[in-house]
């Protein structure tokens, strides 16, 4: 096959907010990318993959429609788009935080408003227009929904009686002075595709071999790999305190009274674990970062 029949993945990744945190995890996957700020067409270091630089509220949109094989988008904005995807898989990481978008419905903190019931004949102000509708309809509830273009958090009370809007930590929420009243859902960021994508063999593969490359990158974020030396005298003593994924790997040294041991630990473990594991007798302990962890 020549360059001009060379097959390709059609990506669309969110230009935005979680544009940086989506290059990093691509980055930690092995995947490249580069991009000028005013382009939406970044350059990836596989020339079987084109990626597109889209509004991650659009990507639902247009996987679905088949302009894009495959693409990033946050679970509350594929639910909105009301599209048939494939989740291909999902990628639990956001712009701050590995926490879950929350989508909720805020209001003043001195607001009647308790949950959904109690918003007959309110007006509600949101970017999720679509979700905010099937989710009043639902619950039997008549409110009017209003399009927001975003700062929805300044217009309750005087534009609006409630918000609807997507949270990490309720920091902003909590700084204008509402409260949030109920959860409409919970959003994790998923790779999607088109059925189409989905049934081509050669797509099929290139979103897997992919999807393995980015879930292991995630796995591998909140891990390090230690190694250390042991007397054999003082092994059983190292290995019960090891926790590990599966088990140590345990090699033998020139001096044969003395053995290296290597394991992966969570991180926020680490400062505690290695003071018990002098303790215990290892010796010349090493601790290094982890790009991806393939269970």
């Given amino acids: 096959m020549n360059d001009t029949e060379r097959r390709q993945l059609k990506i669309g990744l969110p230009k935005g907010s979680l544009q940086e945190a989506t290059f990093r995890l691509f980055g930690r996957a092995g995947y490249h990318l580069r991009v000028d700020e ?24 247009y996987v679905g429609d088949g302009i894009l094989d495959v693409g990033m988008a946050g679970f509350d904005w594929i639910v909105s788009s009301g599209k048939d995807l494939i989740e291909v898989a999902d990628l639990p990481y956001s712009k701050r935080t590995r926490n879950p978008v929350r989508i909720v419905l805020a209001v003043q903190k001195d607001s009647p408003v308790q949950g959904v019931k109690d918003l007959e004949g309110l007006s509600i102000s949101t970017e999720y227009v679509d979700l905010t509708r099937r989710w009043l309809k639902e619950n039997g509830v008549d409110a009017r929904v209003e399009f927001s273009w975003g700062a929805c958090e300044m217009k309750v009370p005087d534009l609006a009686d409630a918000i609807v809007v997507n949270t990490e930590t309720g920091s902003s929420i909590r700084a204008h002075g509402l409260r949030i009243a109920e959860e409409l859902l919970i959003s994790t960021t998923r790779l999607v595709a088109n059925r189409a994508a989905w049934d081509d063999a050669w797509k099929h593969q290139k979103m897997k071999a992919l999807t393995t490359l980015l879930q292991g990158a995630l796995a591998a974020e909140c891990l390090v790999g230690i190694k250390m030396n042991v007397n054999r005298a003082n092994l059983p003593r190292v290995i019960e305190l090891l926790p590990a994924l599966q088990r140590p790997t345990i090699s033998p040294l020139t001096d044969e009274d003395w053995t290296a041991v290597e394991t992966v630990i969570d991180e926020h473990i680490v400062r505690d674990m290695i003071p018990k594991l002098l303790a215990a007798g290892a010796q010349g302990i090493i601790e290094f970062p982890l790009n991806k962890v393939i269970l």
């Fill in 38 to 61: 005013r382009s939406y067409h970044p350059i990836i270091d596989d020339d079987e993959i084109e990626v597109l630089l889209i509004r991650p509220q659009e990507i639902p949109r």
